[in-house]
């Protein structure tokens, strides 16, 4: 009887846990018409997530994909920055790396932007995998996995090589998970500094116009990866309004057509339809 009452309860106890996680993932995740209507218009597969910072509420489209733990590609340049600010790798927005052609020869689908020495304020904004690669080496392993464990980023695998795992190896992230983390970063409850928080922040503003800011980081997992068939498009940050701060963030498949202007087109269409700029 005492055994029987015990596997009862355990029973019962790793149903609770199983029920509280599902509930945690796809809290407030609540189906929106016109985000979905906004990928039907481009014929695309992906998913949406939008969460009012004030009330909590969570908008989507696909719950299901919103869920899926996916390769972060550059979207991770918003952490790796952080990290290398506040352990002392990178002093700061003006801290230079020449480009080491011979270490990162131009390839034939490099941005323009790519091809030259860089600076942290030039490499966000203009995504440079080579400078992103060259913190992650002198952050080092060790130091890197303490970051996002703190970070809770992800599923917090950073196999694959320390200048990899966010491209080709370990790491893998849900949409639902960047907005968590977006949200964290912020309000400033990631446990950084608020210097290595604004230096970031500045530089991944897209828009701005009268009435809204519009931030954000795009990725892409699998360009350059032949071997990767469907390969993901992402685009996460927040709009700032005049009374409110909203998180977001989308993933998309893509082919050669679908660059990161279709990402962006698929969000602001979705923020119009539901009056928020």
Known sequence: ????????????????????????????CKPEAKATAAFEQEGVQGTFVLMNTRTGQ??????????????????????????ALESGVASGADFPLAWNQKRNPRQPWWPQAWAGDQT???????????????????????RMQAYVDRFDYGNRN???GIDQFWLTGGLRISALQQVDFLDRF?????????RATD????????????????????GMAGFGEASMKVKTGWLVGYLETSDNTYI??????????????????????IMQDLGLI
């Open 186 to 194: 912020y309000s400033r409850t990631l446990g950084v500094s608020d």
């Open 120 to 142: 942290l304020q030039t490499a966000l904004p203009n995504s440079v995998v080579w400078y992103f690669q060259e913190l992650a080496r002198r952050i080092n392993p060790q």
């Open 58 to 83: 969570r908008l989507c489209h696909n719950p299901k994909r919103a869920e899926t733990g996916l390769l972060p590609a550059s979207t991770y340049k918003i952490p790796n920055a952080l990290i």
């Open 248 to 269: 977001y963030a989308m993933n998309m498949d893509v082919d050669q057509g679908h660059g990161p202007e279709l990402r962006m087109k698929i969000t602001k269409a």
């Open 199 to 218: 230096v970031v922040k500045k530089a991944i503003i897209l828009e701005k116009e009268e009435g809204y800011t519009l931030s954000g980081k795009t």
């Open 1 to 28: 009887m005492k055994i029987s009452r015990y596997v009862t309860g355990i029973l019962l106890a790793i149903a609770a846990l199983s029920q509280g996680a599902a509930a945690q993932a796809g809290q407030g």
């Open 158 to 160: 950073i196999t694959g």
